[in-house]
């Protein structure tokens, strides 16, 4: 017998599962809801199959082809226009000269057909309906059978004041072939509106048969969480795909789950679906293949698809989050929420009970999202933030997205411009740096291939070779999930915010300038990088370079790439240098904070050991340093600026630094004591290297993380020069580090960060600046309010939904109650 499995239905009550597929297509825990009907179809031994297909028939098509990979024989039927359930079939009469089974394509259920053609080939009927009973028929057509099984009444979805049973129609059918006299061909015709009615008037035989099993119509996103769930559950005598590992955990092949997750079944894992550790996940839940759910996720009773990734801590509770999304680190998802596909939740966003967001949507970070999202982007449609463009690996940074990327960038510049790109040492910026080379000579853009240096050192080429500007990519220092790709202009500065805004243009509007075959840009390796920077950093130093011989430090590499330069700088200056983690090392790129602290830890034991002036460890892209006096004591940033600023005043007898609006008055205080003044600046690197630029006079810029500028060399955060530089001042002041902590003015900083909706933001500083506009002083970056000997910064992050409270009091104490106090007045505000 043939089976005609009718599949072209929009199932427009299940949007947003249906935007993108057919409401056949859509997954059922382990497979398409029709892959479960052609299962049962071939456990009854019918494996001719004609499906009826209309709304994204290719997506049905080209998944099943003929059939053959499902050990089944498909014809397809298509319909130009719907033609109604019935309309469909008599597309495919001749197809059709026996008794045929129609069933719907997008139900569950595990009925014995075999029973069900037996019995109608039994009673003589035209048409034989299955039927079975359902606590709730609202949905469903009604029917009435007498004590032989006809049927005598019909009613297709009733009112309660019409419901006269419980009995309703599944949707499966055996039929003769003069079943096609009751159906016009081209018009739309339906079995239970059109032709049973027709039958019933005409007195022919139409048959009721009711069956036992499970069966359910998978119409509406309550209906697929149920029948998810059934599945799960056991319900369902069906096929499974998987294994079941204990505890009611079904997984597909080499799913990959931590020791230390918490399963509590019945669970579904596809597989490549990867539990981190920490995961909660209790049942009935479906992680499909490739899925990602992050350290200490909490998952309850929730779908998620293919290749989406959930972050750290995320929960979802009773949601459904469809193919390739992101959920970040602390989202929130709960009952009845859809997530559509390629949708991008930021972290900490909240997304409320049943809303649904439709595909490719974007909700920001901190968000609360209390309505469904359909036509908007919810959220700031932007690339770039305080770090270049940021993302998750292969999830929000992908191959294909740097790819448009690098011809979003290229037709940015002029024709023919040349630039340079450069990685850190780790195998997935390699991945992406070869994505974006590809985009760039597309816009007739060459590309000068750094490979992997030092940042400072693609900073200075970037000038130095006459490039019209540069890209590096890099594994971020903070997640090892994340990548950043910063761009450079000619000066190897950071981009300016105007040129950002032509790259996001061009970028989302996908409207890449494509130069013609002999305009393509060339990709070639630049010539003496290091050499280069080598020969300016030693022209900087210039006769003081003396200073270095014989000068005792410990230097720590990290294993990256600035062993490969600072070592060789080091013998020429000839200094006594203890090197430690010189090899690279691809893996040590990104270090957790546990790696950090063991490697400071071991740098203040053997400094003090090998009598070395001071210990340094240089960060993995050679921008930032982190210091060890000579009795072995740990430095923090903020410190190591004041002591550097007053070692530079003392030396040049006075002199102007830049540090950051966020900076303590003891700077003021050294500036004062050497004849010196401070500038304040933004709090953020670019800002500093920009007026670096712009003012080669200054001594020093720091920003107080690690980050020092020297302009009379080169105007960019520059760790390897930092450390030269240190080396000299030390020598010209014939001091050493103890002694000028020693001598540097006390302060007492305390900070908080204090979480604001997006929305919010712009009210608080609006308020802020009304209620203080009388006691704040420069307004150079945020809200900064004098008072007397203290100070509090309020300060908005660029990036995420919060606020930045800063304070300096006359005491530790006195500045954390002030901070505590206006991070208070922050949270009112909202």
Known sequence: MKAVVMAGGEGTRLRPLTINRPKPMVSLVDRPVMQHIIELLKLHGITDIIITVQYLANVIQDYYGDGSAYGVNITYSLEEVPLGTAGSVKNAEHLLTEPFLVISGDALTDFNLSQIIEYHMDSGATATVTLTRVSNPLDYGVIITDEQGRIRQLLEKPSWGEVFSDTVNTGIYVFNPDIFSYIERGKVTDWSKDVFPRMLNRGDRLQGYIANGYWTDVGTIEEYMRACGDYLS???NLPRVGHNIGGDIWVDRDAEIAPDAQLHGPIYLGHGAKIKGGVIIHGPSVIRDYTIVDSRANIDRSIIWRNSYIGERAELRGAIVLRQCNIRSRAMIFEGAVIGDGVQIGAGAVVQPNVKIWPSKEVDEGATVTSSIIWGSQGRRVLFGRYGITGLVNI????????????????????GATVTINRDAHFTPRMLKRAIIAGLPSAGVN??????????????YTHASGAAGGV?????PFDNRVAEIKFFNHLGLDINSATERKIESTFFREDYRRAYLDEIGRIFYGEDVEETYRAAFMRALGQNAAFGKGFPIVIDYANTSTSTVMAEILRRMQADAVELNVYLDERMVFQTSADFEAAMNRLTKITPVVGAQFGVRLDPGGEKIFLIDDQGRRLHPLRALAAITALAMRANGGGVVAVPVTAPRAFEQIA??????????RANLGALMNLAAERADLLLLGDGTGNYIFPHFYPVADGMFAIARLMELLSL???????????????????????CRWESKGKVMRILNQQY??????QIDGIKIELGEEWVLILPDPDGPFFHVIAEGISEDHARILTDKYAGLVTSLQ
């Open 472 to 476: 590096h990519v890099r594994i971020s």
């Open 447 to 460: 590309v000068c291939d750094l490979r992997n240096v030092p940042i400072p050192i693609a900073r200075y």
């Open 234 to 236: 056991g319900k369902v």
């Open 733 to 755: 002041n014939q001091t050493t580090l103890s002694e000028v902590l020693a001598d540097l003015p006390p302060y007492y900083l305390w900070q908080t960060r204090v979480p």
């Open 773 to 778: 506009h009388e006691r704040h002083g420069e």
């Open 396 to 415: 929000e940074i992908t191959p294909e997205m740097c790819a448009r990327l690098g011809a979003a960038y290229g037709a940015a510049l002029p024709r």
């Open 672 to 681: 004062a004591r050497y004849g010196g003044s401070i500038i304040r600046t």
